[in-house]
């Protein structure tokens, strides 16, 4: 008999074979695990699976994870991960030992690959990005019955040589680029600056996730997108909640703060390019991507004296590490672009 189940956002089905538990996960749609569902009970009516369906196979584990990742995550994010688990095949394709069970893979694996990486010339925190999504498929594994621990519990990352503080705006730069907005683009702009989302954050960004009452707003999974990071809230000024007022009238009965002149999700090379286009007319043609709005939002606090752990929590940041970049702006000129 198989139970369907629900985690979080999450759906996934349990059922056994020959006394193992498996456990399958289908993703955020209700529909496709009850479909899901229909199709195990039936097949083990059949007898049609086996224990080795599961059974530990990395092989099995591999296809799990994209399938999960294809339920999941949005198309950039999947088209990355699958790179990265291609670079990981083949790392596993060259080695004098087949790893078939998930239960094979030791510490001294991803040991190797991080030296296989560096080998071919990838950087260090390129690396450690890719350790995360692996890192997260053995997570994975251990929730959906592969192995009983993760194996790269202990795996350390890579050291990050000491960087330049990220590029910041000036306030007379940020007026600049908000005086040749348009009607469209000076909301979208003003809400980078004054929150600091990421730009999927904002463009997938509801009505719903706007609390006026409470003067908050909710970075939250939805059924088609999930945030970088974990779900958090971020405050509303003044000024943005003045401006949130009024795109609300702008937008009606769109589902969407910030939809397109269609109505419609915005295209996703879509405000990069205008961007560019108009830090070029304000005279500073090196901005070429709309994450320096994060970055101007965050140095502009630091430099407010806001403590970072305040910091952390607004950005979404996992690790107080990333955070402290921004404090590389205490110790040299307060020279922006």
């Known amino acids: 008999m198989a139970t369907l189940r629900k985690q979080g956002q999450c759906y996934f089905i349990d059922y056994r074979i020959a006394g193992q538990r498996v456990r399958k996960t289908i993703g955020l749609s209700l529909k496709a695990a009850e479909i899901a569902l229909r199709e195990i009970e039936v097949s083990l009516a059949k007898g049609e699976l086996t224990a080795e369906y599961q059974g530990g196979l990395y092989k099995n584990l591999l296809q799990d994870y994209r399938s999960y990742c294809q339920t999941n995550l949005a198309p950039n994010t999947r088209n990355r991960y699958r790179s990265i688990l291609d670079n990981f095949n083949r790392f596993l394709s060259k080695q004098s030992r087949v790893l078939s069970k998930a239960s094979d893979f030791t510490p001294?694996?991803?040991?190797?690959?991080?030296?296989?990486?560096?080998?071919?010339?990838?950087?260090?925190?390129?690396?450690?990005?890719?350790?995360?999504?692996?890192?997260?498929?053995?997570?994975?594994?251990?929730?959906?019955?592969?192995?009983?621990?993760?194996?790269?519990?202990?795996?350390?990352?890579?050291?990050?040589?000491?960087?330049?503080?990220?590029?910041?705006?000036?306030?007379?730069?940020?007026?600049?680029?908000?005086?040749?907005?348009?009607?469209?683009?000076?909301?979208?702009?003003?809400?980078?600056?004054?929150?600091?989302?990421?730009?999927?954050?904002?463009?997938?960004?509801?009505?719903?996730?706007?609390?006026?009452?409470?003067?908050?707003?909710?970075?939250?999974?939805?059924?088609?997108?999930?945030?970088?990071?974990?779900?958090?809230?971020?405050?509303?000024?003044?000024?943005?909640?003045?401006?949130?007022?009024?795109?609300?009238?702008?937008?009606?009965?769109?589902?969407?703060?910030?939809?397109?002149?269609?109505?419609?999700?915005?295209?996703?090379?879509?405000?990069?390019?205008?961007?560019?286009?108009?830090?070029?007319?304000?005279?500073?043609?090196?901005?070429?991507?709309?994450?320096?709005?994060?970055?101007?939002?965050a140095s502009h606090l630091v430099m407010k004296g806001v403590d970072l752990a305040t910091i952390k929590h607004l950005l979404g940041h996992s690790d107080i590490e990333t955070t402290m970049i921004y404090m590389l702006h205490e110790n040299q000129q307060k020279t922006p672009l």
């Open 108 to 297: 001294r694996v991803f040991e190797g690959f991080k030296a296989f990486r560096k080998g071919e010339g990838a950087c260090n925190r390129t690396i450690n990005s890719e350790l995360i999504v692996i890192k997260m498929m053995f997570r994975l594994a251990v929730q959906w019955g592969y192995v009983r621990k993760n194996p790269m519990n202990g795996v350390g990352k890579l050291r990050i040589p000491t960087e330049n503080p990220p590029q910041f705006l000036t306030e007379v730069q940020c007026q600049k680029l908000l005086s040749a907005s348009d009607e469209f683009l000076r909301p979208v702009f003003f809400t980078f600056l004054n929150t600091g989302m990421r730009k999927g954050e904002l463009e997938n960004l509801e009505w719903t996730d706007v609390d006026f009452d409470r003067r908050r707003i909710k970075i939250r999974v939805k059924a088609d997108w999930i945030p970088k990071t974990n779900e958090r809230e971020i405050p509303i000024n003044d000024p943005l909640f003045q401006l949130l007022q009024e795109q609300r009238q702008r937008t009606g009965d769109n589902r969407l703060v910030f939809p397109n002149r269609r109505g419609r999700k915005i295209p996703s090379n879509c405000l990069r390019s205008r961007f560019m286009t108009l830090t070029k007319r304000c005279g500073f043609p090196e901005v070429t991507t709309i994450h320096i709005l994060r970055h101007t939002f």
